[in-house]
């Protein structure tokens, strides 16, 4: 049981390139979410998933877009990298959502220069 | 948006000793509170939580005490250990989303 599961861990970009972290969690959970870390800052919502074919925006959407083909994969995408999105991207989930405590990866630290 | 807080950013404790990580709510209609512990270069991990039904709640070493009339929740280490070094984070629930706060850095010294 691996849990939550994010690749890249370390990723440079370049302005205007785009990429896909992934996110994949083996624990069957209904509930998938994406935060940024950003320093001295708390965890922000980007988007989040009450299941497959279900998502929708958090506090932070601009700039990203997410799919939910599967329970167990929510990739989220960077279309057109700007500096602003440089931060630590973790991927979470939880059984039932607000009531149910969140599991989340070991982040991946991205820098867009 | 909610605003968590903390009130310190950084704590150092001696090894052995017990530490206290406070953390202050605004929103009074938040109902479950969670706290996580996040060692450098991995992400935060469940520690304790509390529902606002409850004033304290015990786990290994570890005690929540939530006091709702001031919107104030603290994290209680008992005999802090090297390990135990890392950023602790408090969150509240309030609808259907978790809101963060910024985190406290607990240092322990051998």
């Known amino acids: 049981n691996a849990g939550v599961t994010q690749t890249p861990k370390f990723r440079i970009l370049k302005i205007g390139q785009s990429m896909t972290l992934q996110c994949t969690q083996d624990?069957?959970?209904?509930?998938m979410y994406w935060y940024r870390q950003d320093p001295g800052m708390g965890l922000k919502l980007i988007y989040y998933?009450?299941?497959?074919?279900?998502?929708d925006k958090g506090e932070v959407p601009n700039g990203y877009n997410v799919s939910r083909s599967t329970t167990e994969d929510f990739p989220l995408r960077l279309e057109l990298a700007a500096p602003s999105q440089t931060s630590v991207y973790f991927c979470a989930s939880s059984k039932q959502g607000r009531d149910e405590k969140l599991f989340f990866g070991s982040g991946t630290q991205l820098s867009v220069l | 948006g909610e605003s968590v807080g903390l009130h310190l950013p950084t704590l150092s404790v001696q090894e052995g000793d017990n530490s206290i990580i406070n953390c202050a709510y605004s929103?009074?209609?938040?109902?479950?509170f969670i706290w996580y512990k996040q060692e450098s270069g991995k992400g935060p991990q469940f520690i304790i939580d509390?529902?606002?039904?409850?004033d304290k709640r015990q786990g290994q070493r570890v005690t929540v005490l939530l006091n709702k009339t001031v919107k104030h929740l603290s994290l209680q280490i008992a005999a802090t250990q090297p390990g135990d070094s890392a950023v602790y984070f408090c969150a509240e629930i309030a609808g259907n989303q978790f809101y963060f706060g910024t985190g406290t850095s607990l240092t322990v010294i051998p």
């Open positions: 929103n009074s209609a938040s109902d479950y």
């Open positions: 624990m069957n959970h209904n509930y």
């Open positions: 998933s009450v299941g497959a074919g279900i998502t």
């Open positions: 509390i529902r606002s039904n409850m």
